[in-house]
Nanobody, 118 residues
Framework: QVQLVESGGGLVQPGGSLRLSCAAS????????ISWYRQAPGKQRELVAT???????NYANSVKGRFTISRDSAKNTWYLQMNSLKPEDTAVYYC????????????WGQGTQVAVSS
């Protein structure tokens, strides 16, 4: 089992920055990929960014150049640095950890709210 806990959300003005954290505990070695998803009111959950155990990253086009996903292996924590925030970035952000080839190893955090508004 793996537990994921997000933190760092809040209210920020357009153009501002936030850093989300995803702290992992449990059998972390089974996790190959960590992803950040978000879900805005009335919309489907969408993939924002992904980082693999190799360190390779991928981003949704809507956040490319503004968001950066990273990890601190010593702290078992992954981050999503969000810069130049826009009102359309408002959503609940979720951390997901999974194994590449074992779908039963798929874990979610509880989510953290990000609101971008003046």
């Amino acid at each position: 089992q793996v537990q994921l806990v997000e933190s760092g959300g809040g209210l920020v003005q357009p153009g501002g920055s936030l850093r989300l954290s995803c702290a992992a505990s449990g059998s972390i070695s089974i996790i190959d990929i960590i992803s950040w998803y978000r879900q805005a009111p009335g919309k489907q959950r969408e993939l924002v960014a992904t980082i693999r155990s190799s360190g390779s990253t991928n981003y949704a086009n809507s956040v490319k150049g503004r968001f950066t996903i990273s990890r601190d292996s010593a702290k078992n924590t992954w981050y999503l640095q969000m810069n130049s925030l826009k009102p359309e970035d408002t959503a609940v952000y979720y951390c997901n950890g999974r194994h590449l080839f074992r779908p039963e190893y798929d874990y979610w955090g509880q989510g953290t709210q990000v609101a971008v508004s003046s």
